[in-house]
């Protein structure tokens, strides 16, 4: 499993964006997928995760409603869009694969991470 992530950039607050994760391994239909972020002089958190079949996801509740996280099995991509953004969602954005097909929450339970996008919100 490789994951890149990319996307970030500078937006105005009230803007989108959308986070791409790509996976060039084989079996990344298996995998439960997760975004985090970690903003500066913070610890890293989670963001949203969706099961292997898409049926299951997860938000943290300062982005529900916000922010919606999809995948394409066929073409190993996991997305992020996040709308109305604001000056608090600033943070370098990680995509996350869990080996197990059930979406998880906990960071612990990622097995392999991408570097990492840069997403930055002006107010």
């Known amino acids: 499993v490789q994951l890149q992530a990319s996307g970030g950039g500078l937006v105005q607050a009230g803007g989108s964006l959308r986070l791409s994760c790509a996976d060039s391994g084989r079996t990344f239909s298996r995998y439960a997928m997760g975004w985090f972020r970690q903003a500066p002089g913070k610890e890293r958190e989670f963001v949203a995760a969706?099961?292997?079949?898409?049926?299951?996801?997860a938000y943290a509740d300062s982005v529900k409603g916000r922010f919606t996280i999809s995948r394409d099995n066929a073409n190993n991509m996991v997305y992020l869009q996040m709308n109305s953004l604001k000056p608090e969602d600033t943070a370098v954005y990680y995509c996350a694969a869990d080996s197990t097909p059930l979406l998880t929450t906990i960071q612990a339970e990622y097995d392999y991470w991408g570097q990492g996008t840069q997403v930055t919100v002006s107010s």
């Open positions: 969706i099961s292997w079949s898409s049926d299951n996801t």
